[in-house]
């Protein structure tokens, strides 16, 4: 499972950098998006997987009897997953107002006409 896991997170890498390295507004935002995705991945898989009960004790126990599974991870990767999508939210409002303005898709095209001159 870890080995898939692996392989999986290399290659939303390896499709992250590749699409934020384009030209295009929208594939840098889906850049950002798989590279967002994998990371979530590794942290998961950084705390390592563990099939357990949930960590609630009974009030008489001291100590835990059980194999339990981490709970930080898990609530990290779900903080992650609502900024993202807060991120990305707001990325397509500005991208669709970006191209309202300049009529394109490019980001080369969004050179003030200062720059353009240099």
């Known amino acids: 499972m870890e080995l898939l896991l692996i392989i999986l997170i290399g290659l939303l890498y390896a499709a992250g950098v590749y699409l934020i390295l384009r030209r295009s507004m929208v594939k840098l935002l889906l850049g950002i998006m798989l590279l967002g995705s994998g990371a979530n991945i590794l942290i998961f898989l950084l705390a390592g997987i563990t099939k357990g009960k949930p960590p609630v004790i009974d009030e008489d126990a001291k100590?835990?009897?059980?194999?339990?599974?981490?709970?930080?991870?898990?609530?990290?990767?779900?903080?992650?997953?609502?900024?993202?999508?807060?991120?990305?939210?707001?990325?397509?409002?500005?991208?669709?107002?970006?191209?309202?303005?300049?009529?394109?898709?490019?980001?080369?095209?969004?050179?003030?006409?200062?720059?353009?001159?240099?």
């Open 63 to 118: 100590l835990f009897q059980d194999v339990f599974a981490d709970p930080i991870p898990q609530a990290l990767i779900l903080t992650a997953i609502v900024i993202s999508f807060a991120l990305t939210a707001f990325a397509i409002v500005l991208l669709k107002r970006v191209y309202a303005l300049v009529d394109s898709d490019d980001l080369d095209d969004l050179n003030t006409p200062e720059e353009e001159d240099i």
